[in-house]
Structures are given as structure tokens and as C-alpha cells.
């Protein structure tokens, strides 16, 4: 069973830093993986999507990677803004499931 | 945003108590999906569809039945709702499988609480 891992927990920036989240899995066959964003009381947000075939996917400020060798996938978000606080969940994706970690939630200080 | 409504999108009910929740779309995606969203455990498949009366188990299916009878509609029943289903649901969609390489998109959710 695929086991995602998401670390840290939680994360506080002030406003304009770069930083860098970080996903874990446990089966490297994967179909492609995915970060999502979840603000509270709200569903799931799809921000970026990498083929089990791609290194990175950029969107904007994003940008996420990804090692299938190595069972690691990381999220990039640049000159950070208080906008982008929420929680950021990752997902490896099999044939008819996603398997999410248990999310990083992140505060952007003004 | 993907046409995806959920209802409702509160409940409150009692244990033993049989509960339907309703997923319907706008998009005519062949997929959809249920899960829920549980502190510690991130979210996790129930059921999903492939099409119309095609449904499949997920990881935590046991208590619960789907049916799908139009595309649009995708339904969640508790037959006898217990304490350890209380919890927020989400229903997803997809046009492909994961396979294909597409990517799911949620709808607001229903948080649910067994007394």
C-alpha cells in the first residue's frame, strides 16, 4: 500500500521568503503526483500535475518536482505571499486512487 | 472551477440512522469519486465509478454503498451510520483514469457528525 509522507506539519514564512515543501512515497510506480491546496472549511484545489515521465511542472510562482527513483516529490513556491497561506496536500496517483499525505500547512507573515 | 456540488453540505444525525449523501456534476466526466478527509490520516478512497452503474471499493469502503444511475449523479450511503463515520467527504470527478494521467477536481465537501 502506498504510503505519503508530508514534512514538515506545519510551516510559518514571513512574506516574501522562498521555501520548499516536501513530499515522500513509498512506491515508486506511480502514474504521476500531485500537489493540491486546501483553505479551511474548503475543498481541494489542484495546483500541479507531474507525469510519472517528467522531472517538473511549473505554474507561475510554483514549481514542483519530482524523483521517481528516490520517492520524492517537492513543492517550490517563490517570494512567498500571504495569499498563499493554506494547506498543501501532495498525491501520488495509481490507476483509480489517489493517496494523499496528511498535508503541510503553511502561514505566510505579512 | 469544475461544476461539482455536494449535498448537503451539513449533517448532523444519529447512530443507526441511514444516510445518503449526493455528488452531482455538470461536467460529464466518466469518473467520480468519494472520499473522506479524517484529521492524521489525510484523505482516503471509499468508492468510485467508471460509469454509469459501474462502481468500484477503495481502501475504507466498508459501511458504505454507492450507486450511479445517471452520469451526473454519484450517491454515498451509510446504511446504518456509526460514530467512526463522522467525518468530511469529499467527492471528486476525473474525465480518465489516473492512468491517463488526469487530474481530479474536488468538490466543497460535506462534513457529516454520528452523535
Known amino acids: 500500500k502506498q504510503e505519503v509522507t508530508q514534512i514538515p506539519a506545519a510551516l510559518s514564512v514571513p512574506e516574501g521568503e522562498n521555501l520548499v515543501l516536501n513530499c515522500s512515497f513509498t512506491d515508486s510506480a506511480i502514474y504521476n503526483l500531485q500537489w493540491f491546496r486546501q483553505d479551511p472549511g474548503k475543498g481541494l484545489t489542484s495546483l500541479l500535475l507531474i507525469q510519472s515521465s517528467q522531472r517538473e511542472q511549473t505554474s507561475g510562482r510554483l514549481n514542483a518536482s519530482l524523483d521517481k527513483s528516490s520517492g520524492r516529490s517537492t513543492l517550490y513556491i517563490a517570494a512567498s505571499q500571504p495569499g498563499d497561506s493554506a494547506t498543501y496536500l501532495c498525491?501520488?496517483?495509481?490507476?483509480?486512487?489517489?493517496?494523499f499525505g496528511t498535508g503541510t500547512r503553511l502561514t505566510v507573515i505579512p | 472551477d469544475a461544476g461539482i456540488t455536494q449535498s448537503p453540505r451539513h449533517k448532523v444525525t444519529e447512530t443507526g440512522t441511514p444516510v445518503t449523501l449526493r455528488c452531482h456534476q455538470t461536467?460529464?466526466?466518466?469518473?467520480m469519486y468519494w472520499y473522506r478527509q479524517d484529521p492524521g490520516h489525510g484523505l482516503r478512497l471509499i468508492h468510485y465509478?467508471?460509469?454509469?452503474?459501474?462502481?468500484d471499493k477503495g481502501e475504507v469502503s466498508d459501511g458504505y454503498s454507492v450507486s450511479r444511475s445517471k452520469t451526473e449523479d454519484f450517491l454515498l450511503t451509510l446504511e446504518s451510520a456509526t460514530s467512526s463515520q463522522t467525518s468530511v467527504y469529499f467527492c471528486a470527478i476525473s474525465e480518465n483514469s489516473g492512468r491517463a494521467g488526469d487530474t481530479q477536481y474536488f468538490g466543497p465537501g460535506t462534513r457529516l457528525t454520528v452523535l
Open positions: 465509478s467508471y460509469g454509469v452503474k459501474d462502481t
Open positions: 498525491a501520488s496517483t495509481g490507476a483509480n486512487n489517489l493517496f
Open positions: 461536467e460529464n466526466h466518466r469518473y
